[in-house]
């Protein structure tokens, strides 16, 4: 792929991303190894321990610490600025693990949204979803479907238990 390829993300999207620091390339894996051993070893009061697998470390090495706010008006509802630091997701251990295992998946968090409105994780198939007080919601199959749909304020699906 060449470097000035720019069908990666809608237009927005991209600008959002570029305008927070990220580039074609962007990889800081020594960030997300930090952040990968933070989570591991972290336990929470009942036990529960986050699972750390490559799907979430990569999306932390490209994403990780940008703070992006996104251009305007939203499609559908208003989009939020999306902070990328998974320790945002660190005291939730038990929170991901229970809808990890309704959705028969492992669950990593991303960061968060807005000012701790909701926790963004990422599976271990990098399906990427939000987790706030109303509820639960799907953001898309990948992560740059997420990003799409989070930057430009594009409705998410709820999700309902099985």
Not at 83 to 98: E, K, V
């Given at each position: 792929m060449n470097e000035h390829n720019t069908t990666r993300f809608p237009v927005p999207v991209d600008a959002a991303l570029r305008q927070a620091g990220w580039q074609p390339g962007r990889w800081d894996i020594k960030q997300a190894e930090h952040w990968a051993d933070a989570l591991r070893a972290h336990r929470s009061p009942g036990g529960h321990r986050h699972t750390v697998f490559p799907a979430a470390v990569e999306a932390w090495a490209e994403f990780g610490a940008l703070h992006i706010t996104p251009p305007g008006q939203g499609r559908q509802i208003a989009p939020t600025a999306i902070?990328?630091?998974?320790?945002?997701?660190?005291?939730?251990?038990?929170?991901?693990?229970?809808l990890g295992r309704a959705l028969d998946t492992e669950l990593a968090p991303l960061g968060e949204e807005g000012t701790a409105q909701a926790v963004l994780a990422i599976d271990a198939d990098g399906h990427v979803y939000s987790l706030?007080?109303?509820?639960?919601?799907?953001?898309?199959?990948?992560?740059?479907?997420?990003?799409?749909?989070?930057?430009?304020?594009?409705q998410p699906a709820r999700l309902t238990a099985p």
């Open positions: 902070h990328f630091n998974p320790l945002a997701g660190l005291h939730l251990a038990r929170t991901l693990g229970d706030d007080h109303t509820g639960d919601w799907y953001l898309g199959p990948t992560l740059d479907h997420a990003l799409g749909t989070l930057i430009t304020g594009t």
